[in-house]
Structures are given as C-alpha cells and as structure tokens.
C-alpha cells in the first residue's frame, strides 16, 4: 500500500490490518493518529480509552495481542489496537514467528469490529532489499497491508517546512527554506522541533516572514547523515559506515549523480579548508573567504585537521573515476558502490597526539 493509498482508506474508513514500516518514524506516528480518530470517530464521548489498545511487546510475549485481538468493541462500533514494539531486531526467530501467527490468525479471521496497527521504528526489523524483501516484511505483508515511510526527498520536506510556516501565519523567503534544509538534520523529527523553535523566535520578535539570519540564529545545526557522514567515511576507510551512509541517500531515492556530486563538494570544501589551514587562516577567515557558517568552518577545520591534504587529494583523485563511470553511462549507485569497496580497510587516520599538559 502507498502512503496516497493509505490516505485514500482513512478517508473512506480504515478496515483490516495495518504494518508500518521504514525510516521516517515522524511519518508514522502521524498516520496512527490518523487511523485512530478515523477509527474512533463514532466512539461516545468517554468511551475512546476501552476502544483503544496499546501494546508495546517488551517481553516478546504476544500472547496479550492474541487476547486483545479476540476482544470485543466497547459500546462503539469498532476498535483499534496499536502494536508498537521498541525494536524486533532482537527478538529470536521463534518470537518473530509467533507474532507472525498472530497476524495471520487476525487476518484469516477478517473481524470488521477491529484495526489493527504494527507500527516498528526505524532500524528495528531487517526489511531485507527492494529485490529481496526479508521473510519478516514478505509475511507480515501477507497478513497487513504494508506501507513504506522512507526519509522523505528535499522538493518534499521543502514543501513540508513551508506548510508548516503558513500554518503559523508566517511566511518565508526561499533561501530561509534552503538554509533549513541545509543546516538541520534531514529527518522530519528533527525539523519539527527546529520549526516550533524558528516560528516562536520570528513571532517573538514581531516578525511577519522567516529570514535566512532567522534560520542561523534560531536553529540548532546538526551533522547530516548523508554526503558530510559519506565523506568522513570514505576517507577514514571504513567501508561499512560509508556503505551505511550511501544507503540513506538511496532510501531517500536521491539521484545518485546528485550524491557524487555533493560528495565530490565535501571534499573539495575539506581540501580547501585543508590549505588555508595550512596557509594560517583561522576560522572565521575561512568562514568569511568560502561563504560558509562558522559552526560549519569549525567542523571542516577539524576533520581537515584529521585527514591531511594528501588523504583528501588521494580521495578526490579516486572519485574522479566514479564520477566518468557514472557519467559515461553506468546506472544506480554501481560506481559509488564500487568506489567505496576499493577502499583500503582500516585505512582510517590517527589522531595527532595531544600536546603534553
């Protein structure tokens, strides 16, 4: 099921069973309520609590969700029950088997009375791959309907903080938007809380539209898990956190000539900080020279610091081949791929010694 097809049924009235799944949790909490208060709309007034069930299967014990299951309506014509375990990815095979049985049990039975919601956070199941979806997801989805929350793609989250801003009355101009997709982490949890911070400083200051200096002042910055992760990655040779951090930019469907590009950026940024370092600017200097924050200047100077201009010239030197790989006509993420596990393991850097106190 898409998250449009999903809309579509809360409007007409939700009915079966339902697995959330993916790695935007704010998404999924967003669409629980949702299917709660379609589900309780005709609910008396008082009785929403005996009509709602939330279980969170901290023991692996799924015998309370079977019970529930059996249970009946509270003076109201339907019910839901809310499955949110903190992680699966610990259960034992057995565990993971008798909640299977469950679900299947509640789907043969196909109660009308009764929805059903296994909400599980990100990184708490192993969904397997696009081409290969593992046992847990192909089951689970036999028995719900099974919907995706990916990270969501910048033209969306763009949109989403520009919602948000109007709903507080407020506008903003576009580089503001910009600035916010740049310097907060991307996931939508963390954006929530920056835009009740950034809205509240505007309107207590009188403000009627969202600024750019707004954003700097206001927000909180946050280390991006995507080209800036991907880089220090790469160039401390640790081939599973970069793997890691390229397949976040394939989860959020980012074009792949997109990503060696702004990893290509990184680099170039950490070489040039790299030399001006060693050339005696500080960090506001190069902050002021390359346009760039301060907070930001601070983090580059550090890692340039770490890596040295050799790593960083080899790194670039070696993504040139990805990038005429990529360009001359190899799809996906095969070159990144193949850049990253050419790496030479435990390459990673050592930390200058501390000075002597």
């Given amino acids: 099921m898409t998250e449009a097809e999903l809309r579509a049924a809360i409007k007409s009235g939700p009915a079966g069973g339902y697995f959330f799944w993916g790695d935007e949790d704010y998404l999924k909490r967003y669409y629980l309520g949702a299917l709660r208060r379609a589900v309780l709309a005709d609910c008396p007034p008082g009785m929403e609590d005996f009509n709602r069930t939330v279980l969170t299967l901290e023991d692996a014990d799924v015998s309370a969700l079977a019970a529930s299951i059996r249970s009946l309506p509270v003076m109201a014509p339907r019910r839901i029950i809310e499955v949110l375990p903190p992680t699966l990815a610990d259960w034992t095979e057995k565990e993971r088997r008798a909640l299977l049985d469950v679900l299947a049990a509640f789907s043969a039975e196909g109660a009308e009375d009764t929805v059903l919601v296994l909400s599980v956070p990100r990184g708490g199941f192993d969904p397997g791959t696009p081409k ?96 800036f992760a991907l880089a220090n990655a790469v160039l401390a040779g640790d081939r599973r956190s970069a793997l890691a951090a390229l397949d976040l930019c394939r989860k959020r469907r980012e074009d792949p000539i997109a990503v060696l590009g702004a990893l290509s950026r990184v680099l170039s940024d950490l070489l040039t900080v790299a030399v001006m370092a060693e050339g005696g600017c500080g960090k506001a200097e190069i902050a002021q020279t390359l346009r760039m924050h301060e907070y930001k200047a601070s983090l580059y100077l550090r890692a340039a610091a770490d890596f040295g201009t050799a790593r960083l010239n080899g790194a670039l030197t070696r993504l040139l081949e990805a990038d005429r790989l990529t360009k001359s006509g190899q799809s996906g993420y095969l070159p990144l791929e193949r850049f990253i596990c050419t790496l030479p393991v435990g390459a990673g850097f050592r930390r200058r010694p501390e000075a002597p106190s």
Wanted: proline share 4%; glycine share 8%.
């Fill in 132 to 227: 290969k979806p593992s046992a847990f997801l192909r089951e689970a989805g036999e028995s719900l309907s099974a919907v995706e929350f990916p990270l969501q793609t910048g033209a969306r989250l763009r949109r989403w903080i520009e919602r948000h801003i109007a709903d507080e009355g407020l506008s903003a101009a576009d580089d503001a938007v910009a600035a916010m997709l740049e310097r907060c982490a991307p996931d939508m949890d963390t954006l929530s809380g920056e835009l009740e911070k950034l809205t509240a400083y505007v309107k207590s200051h009188g403000g009627t539209a969202v600024r750019r200096e707004d954003v700097e002042r206001a927000t909180s910055p946050g280390m991006r898990e995507d080209a």
